[in-house]
């Protein structure tokens, strides 16, 4: 597993990177397309950099710790409702909307997250496992 990186810090108990920083740039490290590379060549399927910026709109400042299945529910219906984000069609005004792997794409980005936030220990509980 590669190393996070980290700035150093002038306190020595705190680091300088908020863990929703770390979690973020741990998922783009990890990310892989729907073909398993991991070696970032850019493929028709999109990146993690991608999902991650929709659920930044989404979730703002947010703290992990605070999100909710209930806030992963009113995700998904928002994310039928803006439809695509892609520069093309919001330049052209149109409504397409998006589809449903698109949006578990973005889960899974989501998951990912959770995961690793679990596993740091910035989370008690997955609450993904209990959406399904």
């Known amino acids: 597993m590669p190393r996070l990186r980290h700035k150093s810090s002038p306190h020595p108990n705190r680091c300088a990177v908020r863990p929703h920083n770390r979690a973020r740039e741990y998922a783009l ?3 892989k397309d729907r073909r398993g590379h991991q070696d970032g060549r850019r493929s028709q399927f ?3 950099k991608s999902y991650l910026k929709v659920l ?8 992990i710790g605070e999100i909710t299945t209930a806030n992963l529910k009113a995700y998904r219906q928002w994310r039928l409702k803006i439809g695509s984000r892609r520069a093309e069609v ?4 149109d409504f ?5 792997t698109t949006i578990n794409r973005e889960l899974q980005t ?13 989370i008690t509980r997955d609450i993904l496992t209990a959406q399904r």
């Open 46 to 48: 999109g990146s993690g």
């Open 56 to 63: 930044r709109q989404y979730f703002g400042k947010q703290k």
């Open 90 to 93: 919001i330049a052209s005004g």
């Open 110 to 122: 989501m998951r990912m997250i959770m995961n690793h936030a679990l596993a740091q220990g910035w």
């Open 96 to 100: 397409k909307a998006v589809k449903l």
């Open 29 to 31: 490290q990890n990310s």
